[in-house]
């Protein structure tokens, strides 16, 4: 196994599944020992055991981040367990679809609650640890990476309330990154495009129908998961003076 994250540590929310899974795999065969967090205990565990059957090192955390206190929870088992923290992977997300006028308030709210609060409080608990790591002299650097969307780029009718989440992850994103880059804490968004995931998966089947049509996401070859994980092994990976602030990760096919 390389060892580009040798001795480090990292946190990925949404690791269930796709890119948040992809990107497990990915870090811990960089070298780093990674803590797996989402709700679906079954395959938090078919994740760990993947991993330590490759030679990697992998703790899962059963936790609806959306909670503030599950989500510091999450990272307390981190550093009780490694005794640091060099790197948060936000993944978790949620996109639900609809009009303004038909949508309901509570998909809205879903969104909120994992897009954006999920993100706030994952990164609030994780910050002291990072510029902790950031001062140490294993690397001199940590990262944090939040995974937005083109979406947090490009509207589109339907995706109002989604866009208003990924819109402001990037924001977010920026801001934070002007407060700790002096302490080399580096903070970038990954944006993809359409990716082979669940995420569609979640809107009802007359969403789906109409996403088939939809040129936002009816594209030809997609990404694949596999792909994202190997940007964000890019970004983490970068020497200390260097820092991707924006990574803007489209399949070739979506214009």
């Known amino acids: 196994m390389s060892s580009n994250l040798a001795g480090t540590v990292a946190i990925v929310t949404g690791a269930s599944s796709g890119i ?62 490694f005794g640091r923290l060099d790197i948060l992977v936000n993944n978790a997300g949620l996109m639900l679809l609809g009009s303004v006028l038909e949508q309901d308030v509570e998909d809205w709210e879903r969104m909120i609650a994992i897009n954006q609060n999920g993100l706030l409080y994952m990164t609030k608990a994780s910050l002291p640890h990072l510029l902790d790591a950031a001062a140490n002299a294993l690397r001199g650097v940590a ?26 992850v ?62 964000i092994g890019y970004m983490v990976t970068r020497p200390r003076r260097s820092s991707i602030a924006e990574l803007w990760a489209m399949p070739t096919a979506q214009a």
């Open 143 to 168: 990262d944090i990476v939040n995974i937005s969307s083109i979406a947090g780029r490009q509207a589109w009718p339907t995706f109002a309330a989604y866009n208003m989440t990924k819109f402001g």
């Open 20 to 81: 948040g899974e992809a990107t497990a795999e990915e870090l811990a065969a960089l070298g780093a020992s990674v803590v797996v967090v989402a709700r679906r205990k079954d395959r938090l565990a078919t994740l760990v055991a993947s991993i330590q059957a490759a030679g990697g090192i992998a703790l899962a955390v059963e936790a609806d981040i959306t909670d503030c206190a599950q989500a510091e929870h999450a990272v307390a088992a981190t550093i009780e367990r």
């Open 170 to 231: 990037n924001g977010f994103t920026e801001a934070l990154r002007q407060e700790v880059t002096q302490k080399h804490v580096r903070v970038g968004v990954l944006e993809p495009g359409a990716v082979a995931t669940e995420l569609k998966s979640h809107n009802s089947d007359q969403v789906q129908r109409l996403l088939a049509a939809s040129e936002a996401v009816n594209i030809p070859e997609l990404l694949e998961p596999e792909d994202i994980a190997e940007s």
